[in-house]
């Protein structure tokens, strides 16, 4: 068995009876002393996967490589076109289609370069679904939590109203205005985001007495892209109570662990008196209080400035905008580049 496994038994072939050949250091199968090249088909009834395994007589090739394959969902996640969950949504309603003809399956295994397509349907349903993702980008306040508040306690998503929205001029030119000075098409989008805002998901939360960019949406490539991995740089104003010295400024920029764990490398520099800019690529509950505190540093004010490409810029506290095409885009291409990387991303 063990032999049969490291030779790369294919999946569903029952390996007894099958053996391997080795000249020159190549690797050949042989089935009652002939060549042969061993392939798999793959046929789905029913929902449920079968396999049929066939073998051709060879002139002595050498038998290809097995074919790689992988969930459609993941590799829907991977493409960027839904997140695994919208995937699997879509998949449950028939509206993915693989190489061209095949409805796809919850659990259905693919080859890794097949064609994946989501199908229109009379009911827009597979449309709509996608068009529901929206992305909020929000200048928290102190005082209010991220999620999960204890009783008593505001949550961000609180601040999300039509009242607190501010926009983009099709031109450009940065936030202006609330939301009651946009047009009719926009003021509708805002309203709709407003009634739908429990349904957001933060990205990176913020701790209650921390300021400044939060992002909350309810699309699960973007928010996989900001919270699941190290691409994403995350850059914070921070006022300490003291003018930080070279050598505090060396070790925040060295070799760190909180709670055992070595951290990613930080870029710490002294913006103005005691103001740091620091960039993280990795954040840990209270980072950089802990560590500020740990070289006798006391944080008075910490302020997240910018995600990826998302600055918070002008926009003013305690307001919130969409998220442009343009930041969306490329947060989740570095996100999406960043698992094509990883096999384990998404998993």
């Known amino acids: 068995r063990r032999g049969a496994r490291g030779r790369g038994a294919l999946d569903g072939v029952d390996p007894r009876g099958v053996a391997t050949s080795s000249s020159s250091g190549e690797k050949k199968k042989r089935v009652g002393g002939v060549a042969v090249r061993a392939t798999t088909r793959l046929s789905w009834s029913s929902g449920a996967r ?128 609330g939301g009651a000075d946009a047009d009719a098409a926009t003021r509708r989008k805002l309203e709709d985001v407003c009634r739908d805002a429990r349904a957001l998901n933060v990205c990176g939360r913020l701790d209650k007495d921390s300021r400044g960019l939060l992002v909350l949406t309810t699309d699960g490539v973007l928010a ?73 540093l006391r944080v008075l004010d910490l302020r997240r400035v910018r995600v990826g490409t998302c600055d918070v810029g002008d926009l003013p506290e305690g307001r919130w905008r969409l998220m442009s095409e343009a930041e969306s885009a490329s947060i989740r291409a570095a996100g999406l580049a960043a698992a094509g990387n990883d096999p384990n991303r998404g998993a």
């Open 50 to 177: 079968s396999f049929a395994a066939a073998a051709h007589v060879d002139d002595g090739e050498l038998p290809p490589h097995p074919i790689q394959t992988q969930r459609v969902s993941k590799l829907m996640s991977q493409r960027g076109m839904a997140s695994r969950r919208e995937a699997e949504a879509l998949i449950d309603r028939g509206d993915v289609i693989v190489n061209g003809g095949e409805v796809a399956t919850r659990g259905m295994k693919v080859a890794i370069d097949a064609t994946i397509d989501i199908a229109g349907d009379s009911d827009g349903g597979a449309n709509a679904l996608l068009a529901k993702k929206v992305t909020v980008v929000l200048n928290k306040p102190p005082g209010y939590v991220s999620n999960l508040p204890s009783r008593g306690e505001r949550e961000a998503s609180e601040l999300i109203t039509p009242r607190n929205a501010m926009y983009h001029h099709s031109t450009g030119g940065g936030v202006v205005g």
């Open 224 to 296: 996989r892209a900001i919270v699941g991995g190290n691409e994403i740089p995350k850059v914070y104003e921070v006022v300490v109570d003291a003018i930080a010295t070279r050598e505090q400024l060396a070790a925040l920029n060295g070799p760190v662990a909180l709670d055992g764990e070595r951290l990613l490398p930080m870029r710490v520099e002294t913006l103005e008196g005691t103001t740091l800019r620091f960039e993280l690529r990795q954040g840990k509950k209270r980072q950089i209080r802990r560590l500020c505190e740990g070289l006798a």
